[in-house]
């Protein structure tokens, strides 16, 4: 006589696995709506601001690199970065009453001015206007970062 087989039942594993697998999910999913939330509380404009400096500064210090440095290629790029150090008071309100920011704005201000007063018509001139707005940024940052 043969008797019968025993009855296996279905292992609980799969349904651990997939309890698991939906809590990595909503971990996930929770995370990143945390991060945006937070993300969204901050303010862009100052961040944005030093990048599109940056960037300007960048062009103008790839220009003299290239051999490129006309007046066509310079004078854009020092009125973009004189026109964006007007909005530097309104991008760190907290700082708009230290007179330190004040003074490093005003100098970088003073640089562009004189920059664009006389701008510089070849190669030496440029990286040396490049490299004393560098500097200017750079001694704010050090003070303020």
């Given at each position: 006589?043969?008797?019968?087989?025993?009855?296996?039942?279905?292992?609980?594993?799969y349904r651990y696995l997939l309890v698991a697998g939906l809590g990595l999910v909503v971990g996930l999913v929770a995370t990143v709506m945390v991060s945006r939330a937070i993300q969204a509380r901050k303010d862009p404009f100052p961040g944005s601001l030093m990048h599109v400096?940056?960037?300007?500064?960048?062009?103008?210090?790839?220009?003299?690199?290239?051999?490129?440095?006309?007046?066509?290629?310079?004078?854009?790029r020092l009125q973009t970065l004189r026109s964006l150090s007007n909005?530097?008071?309104?991008?760190?309100?907290?700082?708009?009453?230290?007179?330190?920011?004040q003074q490093h704005a005003s100098g970088l201000r003073a640089t562009l001015n004189t920059a664009l007063a006389a701008p510089p018509t070849d190669c030496v001139a440029m990286g040396q206007l490049v490299e004393k707005i560098q500097t200017d940024c750079k001694a704010c940052h050090q003070d303020f970062r």
């Open positions: 006589m043969n008797s019968p087989a025993p009855v296996r039942r279905p292992s609980a594993a400096m940056e960037r300007q500064v960048g062009l103008l210090r790839d220009a003299q690199a290239q051999n490129r440095c006309s007046l066509a290629d310079s004078v854009p909005d530097l008071d309104l991008a760190f309100p907290d700082l708009k009453d230290s007179a330190q920011f």
